[in-house]
């Protein structure tokens, strides 16, 4: 960890959520960004290096970010529920590292999907600043629409090559909302030898 990672134990809806708080290094934060991991039966964690370059990339432009283990995962207590209890799990350290200022959120694949959903339970009372979701797992869950207003605020990054969620997928959920996606030429799922370039994108968003 770097000196500017702080440990977080969060309080969730069936128990205690581990955190890490990673923060600029001049200390002065724009807002706060929360970050989903991928799936919890599959290794997906906080540690997850997609997961930790979208922190760097919201840190290098000026945000707090927080990345959080779902339900189960590392010290996070109770047991994965196949996505309504992860969004809830969200929208608990949601509640207490940003009750109030800007907000970010962001995810990665099954994160993707349990962010799409916050965010729609969220609705106008909390709409994020920005929106960023990486390998969307479009073709395994049902992905919650984005709202038309919050599309300017949105990125939606994807692999061309993508194994594990095909890019046509992507595109189907995306289509009748008039949603524009990024595709990586080349790139699969967990963005091997692309993660400079997806922090450059996220960084170049963030900062738009």
Same mark, same amino acid.
């Given at each position: 960890?770097? =000196?500017?990672?702080?440990? *977080?134990?969060?309080?969730?809806?069936?128990?205690?959520?581990?955190?890490?708080?990673? !923060?600029?290094?001049?200390?002065?934060?724009? $807002?706060?960004? @929360?970050?989903? /991991? &991928?799936? =919890?039966?599959?290794?997906?964690?906080?540690?997850?290096? @997609? +997961?930790?370059?979208?922190?760097? %990339?919201?840190?290098?432009?000026?945000?707090?970010?927080?990345?959080?283990?779902?339900?189960?995962?590392?010290?996070? !207590?109770?047991?994965?529920?196949?996505? &309504?209890?992860?969004?809830?799990?969200?929208?608990?350290?949601?509640?207490?590292?940003?009750?109030?200022?800007? *907000?970010?959120?962001?995810? #990665?694949?099954?994160?993707?999907?349990?962010?799409? /959903?916050?965010?729609?339970?969220?609705?106008?009372?909390? =709409? &994020?600043?920005?929106?960023?979701?990486? $390998?969307?797992? %479009?073709?395994? #869950?049902?992905?919650?629409? +984005?709202?038309? !207003?919050?599309?300017?605020?949105?990125?939606?990054?994807?692999? !061309?090559?993508?194994?594990?969620?095909?890019?046509?997928?992507?595109?189907?959920?995306?289509? =009748?909302?008039?949603?524009?996606?990024?595709?990586? &030429?080349?790139?699969?799922? #967990?963005?091997?030898?692309? *993660?400079?370039?997806?922090?450059?994108? @996220?960084?170049?968003? *963030?900062?738009?």
């Amino acid at each position: 960890m770097s =000196p500017t990672t702080r440990t *977080l134990s969060l309080q969730g809806q069936v128990g205690q959520i581990e955190a890490l708080l990673d !923060e600029p290094v001049d200390g002065a934060a724009q $807002g706060t960004a @929360v970050i989903a /991991h &991928p799936h =919890p039966l599959f290794g997906g964690t906080l540690h997850n290096k @997609v +997961v930790q370059t979208l922190a760097r %990339a919201f840190v290098q432009s000026g945000w707090r970010a927080v990345r959080f283990n779902f339900r189960g995962v590392g010290a996070s !207590e109770g047991s994965y529920d196949e996505g &309504p209890g992860e969004a809830l799990d969200m929208q608990q350290v949601i509640t207490q590292v940003a009750p109030t200022g800007p *907000l970010a959120l962001a995810g #990665f694949s099954f994160g993707a999907f349990v962010t799409s /959903h916050v965010v729609q339970a969220l609705g106008h009372q909390r =709409p &994020p600043h920005r929106l960023v979701l990486v $390998g969307t797992a %479009a073709s395994r #869950f049902e992905v919650a629409p +984005v709202a038309p !207003e919050l599309h300017e605020r949105c990125l939606v990054l994807h692999g !061309e090559q993508d194994d594990t969620v095909p890019l046509a997928s992507v595109l189907d959920w995306a289509r =009748p909302q008039s949603l524009p996606i990024t595709v990586i &030429p080349g790139c699969e799922h #967990f963005f091997h030898g692309q *993660l400079p370039l997806l922090k450059s994108l @996220v960084v170049r968003h *963030l900062r738009t």
